[in-house]
């Protein structure tokens, strides 16, 4: 697994950031370094957040990571496309997070948060996309931590671990639960084993001990017992069945003949019984008859009396129903009863509720106290932003007569930089303004002196000249044929007039930038002189000391509009909305009042009608009228009863007198049959027979109870045997087993031990090669051998000093020694996790520890060892240890501005 890209919005310190990992490459040596708290860790968090949805910490849950500069709308979210095996994913989290209701214009509903995963055409989500996490990368969250996130404070976890505290993380690690699984259930089935086995043997015991010996074998049957031999045992027991088997035989002949015997005679005596019952029964139905003439004149007196009872009855039959009318004033006295213990029990709950509310109304207007003193101490705030508000307006003022002046000098430069143009353009032109009147004035004076080379031509002597008068024309100006003419002159004279006046032009220009100039040098001195600066004032550094100060306003008025905010918040809704509790809780106690009052009234109501109900009754309750009820009817019943009762013996009676005479006459025609039976005597002879029966009958008994006893046990014992003999088999196979994988021979060790030591056994290796080239080949790790007592061998570890071959505790290290010692066996672990699952590539590893613990020439040993470790993979540490940016030249510089938001840049 490689990152290329992860991208954080509103988690932890960052606002919004993305890192293109893939600028790093796919391999080699990477830092990410920036001051403590700006936000490198949280870049681990958000890519272990991405993969599993918790951060790269166990204190670091991924709740937990929740931007504080996010608003509720906005939702945490990571993203993170990664490579593996040549693939691209892209995996997103977005966490839970408020948004506004759809079609309503107030309130919020949460929105779930959601996990996707994508590549090619595929999408999953939530569960899925978990799942398929797993099922990609190959190992869980705490695997991934392991082997890829190493996390700050973990390495020593796994250094300083105690060998039971190791065997967990390698179990998580290596997943070998299974054979602790295994051995766990060999374990099962050895108890099973074992327990069948004693099962067994107690079936066996429990059979011979059931056995009832007889005969020849029955003193070999003594030394019998579960250890015996099977042979000897069914041997045995087969003997004394047949032995009993013919003795059985013997009784049943002997019994047959005494029991015919006996029949003949129980049949004599039954007679003779029969004919002795017949004669006192008619003996005694004679007496019957000759009483019951006395009897049935009785009957009728006592019928005839009971009918006098019979008002008695019908009179407690109407006491009973009298009493039973009032049966329903019982019903209304129970309910005011219970109308009563109502509302005793609702004026105590209202006690108690009244009690509460002005607990609460009491806190509620100490509530209000704390907020208005909260107020009057944020009273100023409104002020203070007026104040800052003024004074960011005077320093904004002075900050454009500041930018205005800035501008009138570089408008002054500019001005400058115009005159000099414009003198040297002047200049220029006058220049030539002077060439063209010189070039005129020639050209004027050739002209008239043609015109006097012309006028010459006209002299005469002693003629006057026309110009001077003289009459001597002693040396007359010659006549030019290449003189100009008075239109060249014109022309010059025109040409000499449009440069003097684009010469006065120029030089009126460049009077005019200097008077410009000279005006913007007296506007800017009064805006020194405004601005109370002195004239050489550096107006950049003002204008930056000025800036700092409004950057200051600004902060100051944030907190200031703050504390306003704070306040109106608390004069216009919160300590009204208290005050308004305070009142609602006023008026819930005198509601809770006046309802308890109502209560006293109901309860007061009841006691009244209560007292009045029972001063109509004729008993105190119910039970008692209802008891008294039953009484009256029961003794109306029992008149009712008894003279029914004396009606039907009375009927019964002459019904009786005459069956006796049916009876009588019956018996003395069968007695006239038959003649008398000596029944003592038959009865003897019967005693005799049964006593021998009896006697035959238990000495068979014996034998067949001892037969039927034996041959169960027979039948028993046989697939007892069988049953043993495959459980003893069991048992043994399985014992050797379990004390093997448990540790009971001479390695104490278990079968998941055995494999963890495999395991650990390579990682060692591993981390030798590395801790080697740290250490400069000084320490070397080995697993102790020792057991101690009964305990078994574990996952501690020894450290071996190679140059004084002394071996040692691993907490015997130091602090950087510890770390390379914990940096050696982390990378290691990696390695192997990673041969060992054959499918999984971790191209990437992340170290988040103690590079401060070491010296110099520990720190370039270790980056040694990480720069080689990275030729196949890319490791990106994270550091204060500002040496380390010399050493590695990919990095990721992380910052915070004064807001506290977190922000990344890659170095390559």
């Not at 981390?767 to 070397?780: I, K, P, Q, V």
Request: with cysteine.
């Amino acid at each position: 697994m490689r990152p290329v890209r992860l991208y954080m919005k509103a988690f932890g310190s960052y606002s919004e950031e993305e890192i293109d990992f893939d600028l790093l490459g796919s391999r080699g040596l990477y830092l990410i370094t920036g001051d403590t708290g700006a936000g490198k860790t949280t870049i681990f968090d958000a890519i272990t957040y991405a993969l599993y949805g918790k951060g790269s910490g166990e204190e670091r849950d991924g709740r937990m990571m929740r931007s504080k500069f996010a608003d509720k709308f906005t939702p945490t979210k990571v993203e993170l496309v990664f490579e593996y095996r040549g693939k691209m994913y892209t995996v997103s989290r977005t966490s839970d997070h408020e948004r506004p209701q759809k079609g309503q214009r107030e309130g919020t509903t949460t929105q779930k948060g959601e996990s996707v995963l994508s590549y090619d055409d595929n999408v999953f989500k939530n569960a899925e996309c978990d799942r398929k996490i797993g099922e990609i990368l190959g190992i869980g969250y705490e695997q991934f931590r392991q082997v890829a996130m190493i996390a700050q404070g973990e390495f020593l976890r796994l250094i300083y671990a105690n060998s039971k505290e190791r065997e967990k993380i390698f179990r998580d690690l290596f997943k070998t639960d299974k054979y602790d699984q295994f051995s766990r259930k060999l374990k099962a089935r050895f108890d099973r084993a074992k327990e069948n086995y004693d099962k067994q043997n107690s079936r066996l015991n429990e059979q011979i001990n059931g056995v009832k010996p007889t005969g020849a074998a029955a003193e070999k049957w003594q030394g019998i017992n579960s250890d015996s031999k099977e042979d000897d045992i069914l041997s045995l027991l087969r003997d004394m069945t047949a032995e009993d088997d013919a003795l059985v035989g013997e009784y049943n002949t002997k019994l047959g003949n005494i029991r015919t015997a006996l029949d003949t005679v129980k049949a004599d005596i039954s007679k003779g019984e029969d004919r002795r019952k017949k004669q006192a029964d008619r003996d005694r139905l004679g007496e019957e008859y000759e009483h019951i003439i006395p009897a049935l004149q009785k009957l009728n007196e006592e019928k005839e009396k009971k009918a006098a009872l019979l008002p008695e009855r019908d009179r407690l039959n109407s006491d009973a129903a009298k009493l039973e009318a009032q049966l329903v004033q019982y019903k209304e006295l129970e309910n005011q009863k219970n109308t009563k213990s109502r509302c005793e029990a609702k004026y105590d709950d209202l006690s108690h509720a009244i009690l509460q509310l002005k607990g609460n109304h009491e806190h509620r207007i100490k509530k209000i106290g704390e907020l208005k003193a909260e107020r009057s101490s944020l009273e100023g705030a409104k002020a203070e932003c007026e104040r800052i508000t003024y004074a960011g307006k005077v320093l904004a003022a002075k900050m454009k007569a500041l930018e205005d002046i800035s501008q009138k000098l570089k408008d002054i430069d500019e001005t400058r930089a115009e005159l000099v143009k414009a003198q040297a353009y002047a200049q220029k032109e006058i220049e030539k303004s002077a060439a063209f009147e010189r070039e005129a004035s020639e050209c004027r004076q050739r002209f008239l002196l043609e015109q006097a080379g012309i006028m010459a031509e006209q002299l005469r002597d002693n003629e006057p000249c026309p110009v001077c008068g003289s009459l001597d024309h002693p040396l007359p100006a010659a006549h030019s044929m290449n003189a100009p003419s008075q239109e060249d002159v014109k022309r010059a004279e025109k040409a000499a007039k449009k440069q003097s006046d684009i010469a006065s032009e120029a030089s009126a220009e460049a009077s005019s930038v200097k008077a410009s100039l000279e005006e913007k040098e007296r506007t800017v001195q009064d805006m020194f002189k405004n601005a109370e600066l002195d004239a050489g004032a550096d107006i950049n550094a003002e204008i930056a000391a000025v800036n700092e100060k409004l950057k200051d306003a600004r902060i100051r008025y944030k907190e200031a509009e703050k504390k306003a905010k704070r306040y109106v918040e608390l004069n216009e809704v919160l300590i009204q909305k208290a005050e308004d509790e305070a009142n609602k809780m006023l008026s819930d106690i005198t509601e809770a009042e006046k309802e308890q009052t109502a209560v006293r009234s109901a309860k007061e109501n009841a006691e009244s009608r209560i007292a009045e109900i029972r001063t109509q009754l004729t008993y105190d309750s119910e039970k008692e009228a209802r008891n008294n009820i039953d009484l009256l009817k029961s003794r109306a019943d029992a008149i009712d009863k008894d003279h029914s009762e004396a009606a039907a013996k009375l009927q019964k009676a002459n019904e009786d007198s005459k069956s006796l005479e049916g009876r009588i006459r019956l018996l003395n025609e069968q007695l006239a049959e038959g003649s008398d039976i000596d029944i003592t005597a038959k009865r003897n002879e019967q005693q005799e027979l049964e006593a021998g029966e009896a006697q035959l009958s238990g000495e068979r008994e014996q034998a067949v109870t001892r037969r039927s006893r034996n041959k169960e046990a027979l039948d028993a014992i046989v697939p007892i045997l069988a049953d043993k003999a495959a459980a003893e088999k069991e048992y043994g196979m399985y014992s050797v087993l379990f004390r093997t994988v448990s540790g009971g021979t001479g390695a104490k060790m278990t079968f998941e031990m055995f494999v963890l030591s495999w395991y650990f056994n390579k990682i060692l290796e591993y981390a030798n090669r590395h801790l080697s080239e740290m250490t400069g080949g000084m320490y070397r790790l080995s697993r102790s051998e020792q057991s101690k007592g009964n305990s078994k061998v574990g996952l501690d570890i020894d450290v071996i000093d190679c140059y004084n071959n002394e071996k040692r505790e691993i907490k015997s290290l130091s602090g950087g020694e510890s770390f390379q010692a914990s940096l050696a066996l982390a990378v290691a672990m990696s390695e192997v996790v990673q041969d060992r699952e054959g499918g999984i590539r971790l191209d990437t590893m992340f170290v988040d520890e103690g590079f401060g613990s070491l010296d110099g020439d520990k720190l370039d040993k270790v980056v040694s060892a990480l720069k080689t470790l990275a030729a196949h993979r890319l490791i990106g540490i994270i550091s204060h240890v500002d040496s380390l940016k010399n050493e590695i030249d990919m990095r990721i510089d992380v910052t915070k501005d004064n807001k506290g938001i977190s922000s990344a840049r890659v170095m390559v």
